[in-house]
Every structure is written in structure tokens, then in C-alpha cells.
């Protein structure tokens, strides 16, 4: 499946822009992310956990994005 870095792409008929897919499987990461750290109790030291988790899932989507061009190629 090649999925492009731009435009949209269908699925089943129903065209999903692919920004919103990234986003999904970013959110899934920093969900993962955010369950382990709470697991361990990081989150005692951190000061606000609301910032901490908003940076954890800018750095998630600048992951996803960085590894989409690989998945995409094959």
C-alpha cells in the first residue's frame, strides 16, 4: 500500500486524509508512552503533566512523520 505524504487515500470507498491517520497512530504512541511513564510513576517528578504530554505527542507525530516515507516505500 503506498500511501502518499500528501492528499487523501480510500479506504473502502471512503477517503481519509492522511494527516488524520498520522495523527491516529500518534496519539496511539503517546497513549503507549503516557501508560508506561504513569506505570512507573515518572509523572511524580514532572511539573505539569499536561505540557509533558503534549510535547510527548509533538515528538510521537514528528516520528511517525519521519517514518512514514519508509513505510510507504516498501
Given amino acids: ?13 471512503v477517503y481519509i486524509p492522511t494527516l488524520l491517520a498520522v495523527m491516529a497512530a500518534a496519539y496511539v504512541v503517546k497513549s503507549l508512552v503516557r501508560f508506561a511513564l504513569g506505570k512507573t510513576h515518572f509523572y511524580a517528578w514532572v511539573w ?27
Fill in 48 to 74: 505539569h503533566p499536561a505540557l509533558f504530554n503534549l510535547a510527548v505527542y509533538v515528538l510521537a507525530l514528528a516520528g511517525v512523520l519521519a517514518l512514514l516515507p519508509e513505510v510507504a516505500r516498501g
Fill in 1 to 13: 500500500m503506498n500511501i502518499p505524504l500528501y492528499g487523501e487515500f480510500s479506504l473502502y470507498g
